[in-house]
């Protein structure tokens, strides 16, 4: 089967770093991907990883394990406007995504 | 360049009635998925489709239909609502010749059912 999992809620601090674990179960695999939701608007592409290793782009990076079915999502700096839904998903079947049920992050002052 | 555009922004239904949600893609796009979200909940597959016909569908009632037409514009149509059909419908588009994570969405259909 296929499933996913990420923690519901996590809260930091402006400035500091935060790391957003997701563990997933799949019979296949074609990558793993990161999207920020925020609140009420649509999903945004933030990263995409299908070899195993980490891959940075500014102040995100994302970083994937794919014999242990493991990737985070790593935010440096976090300013205010990083808070945000955070989704994980892996794509199998294609460009059909199975969506994980996503990481509310509260960045506070 | 317009991106993906869906209509309306949101949709209020009573139990029974039946829905049509409307997607447009980005341009260059062929490809159509539909997703599901529910509040505080990561998005739901409910179908693709592709040169007009659906080429995978999620865990969803025969009550989830589609369309794509010509154009690659595509309809979600959702007969005899029930009050857990209140989501969040949300269209991504995607190129059969781009990469994987080319997929883009639009804004997203409110839907309230009552």
């Known amino acids: 089967g296929q499933n996913i999992d990420q923690p519901t809620e996590m809260t930091a601090t402006e400035g500091a770093i935060v790391q957003i674990n997701c563990t997933y179960q799949t019979s296949g695999f074609n990558g793993l991907f990161w999207y920020q939701q925020h609140a009420g608007e649509a999903p945004t592409f933030l990263s995409y990883n299908v070899l195993d290793g980490l891959e940075e782009k500014g102040r995100f990076s994302s970083f994937l394990s794919r014999s242990k079915g493991y990737s985070y999502l790593l935010l440096k700096e976090l300013q205010m406007k990083d808070s945000a839904s955070y989704l994980c998903?892996?794509?199998?079947?294609?460009?059909?995504?199975?969506f994980g049920p996503g990481t509310r992050l509260s960045v506070l002052p | 360049d317009a991106g993906v555009t869906q209509s309306p922004t949101h949709l209020i239904k009573t139990r029974g009635q039946q829905v049509t949600l409307r997607c447009s893609p980005k341009?260059?796009?062929?490809?159509v998925s539909w997703y599901q979200q529910a509040l505080g909940q990561g998005p739901q597959f409910i179908f693709q489709y592709y040169e007009e016909e659906e080429r995978q569908r999620g865990n969803f009632p025969d009550r989830f239909s589609g369309h794509q037409f010509p154009n690659y514009s595509s309809e979600l149509n959702v007969n005899a609502l029930l009050l857990g059909d209140s989501a969040l419908y949300l269209c991504?588009?995607?190129?059969?010749?781009?990469?994987?994570?080319?997929?883009?969405f639009g804004p997203g259909t409110r839907l309230t059912v009552t």
């Open positions: 341009s260059g796009h062929d490809t």
């Open positions: 991504a588009s995607s190129s059969t010749t781009g990469a994987a994570y080319e997929q883009y």
């Open positions: 998903a892996h794509d199998n079947y294609g460009q059909n995504f199975v």
